[in-house]
């Protein structure tokens, strides 16, 4: 009952050779079957990002063997030379690929420390791998694990809580001046790609009603369009500025976009409803003295930069807390797969000791003339009994005991030596 | 002391005592916990006990009033108590009201502290107030509450005060990530002196009743009429600034912090050293 994990990442991969090996869900649901009908898994599971393609399973013999086997898979599959591979390829057995999981799910294996996206593609590379069948009791438990570590660093850390990106952390500031933002609207100035971050953001946040405007009409047509928007004509924004209460500013300008004078008009004629300013732009797009008006929170780039800086610092200092949550689950799913292991030993050995049992009394017994068929029956009863007061403590202590499960490491090292002769079954 | 030397009415008592204590104290450091870490569970735990304070509370004021016989707000002691219970109730309503626990840890303090200090004040024996019966009571216990309900709005119009400076420099910290946001504050601000404003018009209107009543034994110009209608003047001011262009935000917080300033004034100097019929409340 080995776990067996063959993958690549950001740290280990170039993006050149991770998009060649990445997985679409068609392409996951196609790589799960050929894995079992091979018979290189016995259970499977494909997890698919952009910035990660992992392949997990229980192989039908020792994972050391079959990890080879899935490189040269994930090569075949992808039509990608090993050799490209071999360098990118992270190999991961038993506790070490429960661990890597965990870590995965609890977003402190991501490129962005504690982003909450990768618990979301867990859930759903388990929920297809499980539709499909090919999952098993093992895998089952560990990606029920894995989601449970996932949601707990979320809820018992602070990793997942700070923004640590411009646009997250300037519409999370907005937050905090007026709570939920499904009521209130902005109004973005500029359409480039940091427009578009918080734009997208502020979609995220469920922000009621989102203006655009650009000098090119066609790039804010299709950010509205893309983001359900309004545009509205460059040289009309001014007439609209009392509406929103988010005003983001990333316009490429040598001068400043926003006057003191013109916010300080807006604001009367919003009577004084707080507004929140974010200046993107560099040079910067908002007269500084905007930050100065009453009711007014005005954040340039490096206010920004220096929350995120900090927000940063923050969830690193949350790793450890989520380290040991980790370390806690690895333990508990180590020990429910050895109790599960040490179960069917035990098993295994009662079946063994009857058929020695069995042999034993052919051989030795029966040839004892004076016993009737009650006597030996008497002994044989005795026999059976004495075999089971043999194996009733330890599976009672196995079943019991966690320490003790987590203790006996190798279960296979007493599978050989107590039944080197049986054949797994 | 030995719990069991003592009488039985005597052992309700520390009993009741220490478990209000003990539960006020647990929930403080659960909201503490929360603001800090953002658990959920806790918050919630810390709720828990605020409600199981308040009930043991509640058991411990109605213990000593029926040993008594007499109101809890008859002297200092029952008064103070009071006060920090309706403060707890007042906040532990608005807390279900606003979905919001964040502001628990800076309002648990002042109710254990009220709680405790009641137990610690020197007894008193002041003959009984002229005035009786549950309309007098209600005159009281609404006239506390308001007091309450506007500590309330005072602390939150300190926290609304003490975030949107950091916003507005920059300055976030932790601390700010898990504060109430400055409009939910301003809300809760509202409602605060709304349930004030409303315990203070009906309980000083049935205070006016006694007054008519009992007019031959007091006069009609004790100082704490006065300061009280002041009092009502001011918040009924702040309700409606607070949503005027001109006084919108931090300024109608500033204001909210100055009104209850008149009210701490009105509570002790006005009780203690000029009113002729007000004593605790």
Request: aromatic letters at 8%.
């Amino acid at each position: 009952m080995e776990i067996v994990l063959v993958g690549l990442n950001h740290r280990t991969a170039p993006v050149e050779v991770r998009e060649r090996v990445s997985f679409t869900a068609d392409q996951a649901r196609r790589a799960s079957e050929e894995l079992r009908s091979k018979g290189i898994l016995e259970e499977t599971l494909v997890l698919s990002t952009c910035n990660r393609s992992e392949v997990y399973g229980v192989p039908p013999e020792t994972s050391r063997e079959c990890a080879s086997g899935l490189s040269t898979f994930l090569s075949e599959f992808h039509s990608v030379r090993l050799e490209v591979l071999n360098g990118s390829l992270y190999h991961h057995y038993d506790r070490e690929a429960v661990r890597h999981l965990f870590r995965v799910a609890a977003g402190l294996d991501s490129m962005m420390l504690g982003e909450a996206e990768i618990l979301g593609q867990v859930r759903e590379a388990y929920r297809v791998a499980h539709e499909q069948g090919a999952t098993g009791p093992v895998l089952n438990r560990l990606f029920q694990g894995a989601l449970e570590v996932g949601k707990r660093v979320r809820s018992e850390t602070e990793l997942g809580t700070r923004p640590t990106s411009v646009a997250s952390a300037g519409v999370k500031l907005a937050e905090r001046i007026f709570g939920k933002l499904d009521h209130r609207s902005a109004l973005v100035l500029g359409a480039g790609a940091i427009s578009e971050q918080v734009i997208a953001q502020l979609r995220d946040r469920g922000i009621a009603r989102l203006y655009v405007t650009n000098r090119s009409r066609e790039r804010a047509d299709s950010l509205a369009k893309q983001y359900a928007g309004e545009v509205l004509p460059w040289g009309e924004w001014e007439k609209a500025l009392p509406m929103p209460d988010v005003i983001v500013s990333s316009v490429a300008a040598e001068e400043v976009v926003l006057r003191r004078e013109i916010v300080e008009q807006a604001m009367q004629q919003r009577a004084n409803r707080a507004l929140f300013l974010m200046d993107l732009g560099l040079p910067r797009n908002i007269d500084a003295g905007v930050g100065k008006l009453y009711n007014v929170y005005l954040y340039n780039i490096d206010d920004l930069t220096e929350i995120v800086a900090q927000n940063r610092h923050a969830r690193e200092n949350e790793i450890p807390k989520a380290d040991s949550i980790v370390e806690e689950h690895v333990g508990r799913f180590l020990s429910w797969q050895a109790s599960v292991e040490l179960v069917g030993l035990i098993n295994e050995l009662r079946t063994k000791m009857r058929e020695e049992r069995a042999q034993f009394i052919r051989a030795r017994v029966e040839s004892i003339k004076h016993l009737t068929e009650a006597d030996r029956a008497c002994v044989e009863k005795m026999m059976d009994d004495l075999l089971e007061g043999l194996l009733l403590e330890p599976a009672q202590r196995l079943r019991g005991e966690k320490d003790l499960r987590r203790k006996i490491h190798n279960v296979e090292a007493l599978r050989h030596l107590f039944l080197s002769n049986r054949e797994k079954p | 002391m030995r719990l069991g030397s003592l009488s039985p009415g005597a052992r309700v008592h520390v009993t009741l005592f220490i478990s209000t204590a003990v539960a006020y104290a647990l929930s403080f450091a659960l909201y503490l916990i929360f603001l800090n870490t953002g658990k959920a569970l806790t918050g919630r735990l810390g709720t828990l006990l605020l409600a199981a304070g308040l009930v043991t509370h509640y058991f411990a004021l109605l213990e000593r009033s029926r040993g008594l016989h007499t109101v809890p707000y008859h002297d200092l002691y029952g008064s103070m108590s009071l006060f920090g219970w309706l403060l707890a109730l007042t906040y532990l309503g608005l807390e279900l009201y606003h979905r919001q626990r964040s502001v628990g840890v800076l309002v648990l303090p002042f109710v254990l502290v009220f709680f405790v200090a009641a137990h610690l004040a020197p007894g008193d024996r002041l003959s009984p107030p002229e005035a009786h019966g549950p309309s007098f009571a209600l005159h009281v216990a609404l006239s506390i509450l308001a007091y309450s309900a506007f500590a309330l709005s005072f602390v939150l119009s300190l926290v609304y005060l003490g975030e949107e400076r950091l916003l507005r420099v920059h300055k976030l910290g932790d601390v700010v990530w898990r504060l109430p946001p400055l409009e939910l504050l301003d809300r809760m601000s509202r409602s605060s002196v709304l349930v004030g404003l409303v315990s203070i018009t009906i309980g000083t209107a049935l205070g006016f009743l006694w007054v008519d009543r009992l007019s031959n034994k007091y006069s009609f110009y004790d100082p704490k009429y006065a300061i009280t209608l002041l009092v009502l003047l001011l918040y009924v001011a702040y309700f409606r600034l607070a949503r005027t262009t001109a006084w919108r935000g931090a300024r109608a917080s500033k204001l909210c912090v100055f009104n209850f300033l008149i009210v701490f004034l009105s509570f002790t100097v006005v009780n203690f050293y000029l009113s002729h019929s007000h004593r605790y409340f």
